[in-house]
């Protein structure tokens, strides 16, 4: 969840306990941030069922806007009543005072079963700030060039999945840590890890490193690799604030 400028943008969420043959590891902060204040707009990057869970978007008020990759409107709203606004690699949507620009991402094709197979984003939001949200992605050379242009105050990178191991199409805490030596960014947080885990007692996954390691690793790596950046570790459910030279904030 990502408060910038005028607008709140909820990012590939999954905002119930179970899905398909995961479930949520840790406490559900969902409910009370969407009943604190629900979100203006959703951004999605790609239709693999842990990005898009429609049930999730159904839960959402019916007047919650999507912007989504190109070829996934009608199935978007035929399945979950909102609105969608597609949208492809370099092109442009401004909601409020924030613009929001679709780029690449290194992540195949979304090809789940039963969904149309499309190109995966990222995404940057500015104002007077730069946000990056890279959705799922591998290394690809331009991250290179979205840190020229973009001058990031932030980058929220994936450094790891829900398992021991994390396939190919992934970022992990070293490869993530190099992001950044391309990306640039003033401030990164590792996201996508620890909030979802394959079934089983929670006591045992408490001891599986994977659930707690990704984010210390990326930020050791990252200390040595891109020491310009500023690695924030932040709990599931729990918040950040950022501030741009020029004092404008971002949540």
């Known amino acids: 969840m990502i408060d910038i400028g005028h607008i709140r943008v909820l990012t590939d969420p999954v905002l119930r306990d179970r899905l398909l043959f995961l479930q949520r590891h840790g406490p559900n902060p969902a409910p009370d941030l969407l009943e604190e204040r629900p979100p203006d707009l959703v951004i999605l990057s790609h239709l693999h069922y842990d990005h898009t869970d429609l049930p999730s978007l159904r839960g959402l008020r019916h007047t919650t806007p999507l912007i989504a990759p190109q070829g996934t409107g009608k199935y978007l709203q035929r399945n979950t009543g909102l609105e969608v606004y597609e949208i492809a690699v370099g092109e442009k949507v ?42 799922d992605t591998d290394l690809f050379e331009g991250m290179n060039d979205i840190g020229v242009q973009y001058d990031l105050d932030l980058a929220l990178l994936p450094v790891w999945g829900f398992g021991p191991r994390v396939g190919a199409g992934h970022l992990t805490p070293l490869t993530a840590a190099r992001a950044l030596t391309m990306l640039r960014p003033r401030v990164a947080v590792p996201i996508h890890w620890g909030a979802l885990r394959y079934a089983g007692p929670q006591a045992l996954w408490q001891t599986v490193d994977c659930m707690h390691t990704p984010p210390h690793a990326f930020a050791e790596h990252a200390a040595c690799l891109a020491p310009q950046t500023e ?14 030279p020029n004092n404008a904030l971002l949540s």
């Open 231 to 244: 690695v924030r570790i932040i709990q599931p459910g729990h918040s950040t604030a950022i501030k741009a």
């Open 94 to 135: 401004q909601v409020a005072d924030v613009e929001i620009t679709a780029l690449p991402a290194e992540h195949g094709w979304a090809t789940p079963v039963l969904r149309p197979m499309t190109s995966c984003l990222s995404y940057t939001m500015c104002n007077h700030l730069s946000v990056y949200f890279a959705g």
